[in-house]
């Protein structure tokens, strides 16, 4: 039956977190990572940028597996932006700007966007979608800021906290998918690869 195989998912991604995270989805995981160009013009929509770049980072991955022929699977891209009034918000270069960011964000709220790209080695097909979801975060002060920013976790992460760590004390509220703030929205995921033919709950079950 249709979608019940086992597949390989190929994750494009070195974030600790999106490893972690599609690994529950009960599949053998392989993580490789090219290096891409990330940048894009600045009157893109947020989800085209999101899009664009998941797309980008599943390519560089694919692209070098098909000259090979050495794998079998589904390629899998994401990335994440924060964008808080039409600003969009990547990863902090140093400190300070991570201080900055945290300073735009207390005390409102913001967007989190995920972008998620599928390539099919066995097909050629691909599967393009994001998620958004909205967050609010806490009044905050210079000193909380501060202290949160010298523990080093905001320094990897859009929009300078983690809200799957200690960023999680200075969340107020969401509206929309966990996931897509931590950076793989699962459950599109799941919706995406059944497009590509696999069924992952399908897939975990007894074969005959």
């Known amino acids: 039956m249709q ?17 972690e995270l599609i690994r529950t989805l009960g599949q053998p995981v392989i993580v490789l990572v090219n290096g891409v160009d990330e940048s ?13 770049l998941a797309l980008r980072k599943a ?5 070098p597996l098909l000259t090979s022929k050495e794998q079998d699977g589904i390629v899998v891209g994401s990335d994440t932006i924060v964008v808080r009034s039409g600003e969009v918000l990547g990863k902090p270069t140093d ?26 080695l066995s097909t050629g097909n691909k599967v393009v979608r994001h998620r958004m979801t909205r967050v609010a975060m806490k009044p905050l002060t210079p ?22 760590g200690l960023g999680s004390t ?14 793989l929205p699962l459950s599109l995921l799941s919706e995406m690869l ?5 069924d992952i709950l399908s897939s975990l079950g007894p074969r005959t």
């Not at 086992?6 to 994750?11: S, Y």
């Not at 894009?40 to 947020?46: F, K, S």
């Open 3 to 19: 979608g019940t195989a086992v597949r390989t998912l190929i994750l494009a991604s070195s974030s600790p977190r999106r490893q």
């Open 40 to 52: 894009v013009p600045q009157d893109w929509e947020p989800s085209r940028i999101v899009e664009e």
């Open 59 to 63: 390519d560089a991955v694919y692209v």
């Open 95 to 120: 400190p300070e700007d991570a201080k900055r960011m945290l300073s735009l964000l207390q005390g409102s709220s913001h967007e989190v966007y995920s972008g998620v790209a599928c390539l099919d």
């Open 143 to 164: 000193e909380q800021i501060a202290g949160y920013v010298s523990t080093g976790e905001p320094m990897d992460k859009a929009g300078a906290y983690g809200i799957q």
């Open 170 to 183: 200075i969340v107020d509220s969401i509206e929309g998918d966990y996931f897509t703030v931590v950076g």
């Open 194 to 198: 059944q497009e590509l033919g696999l």
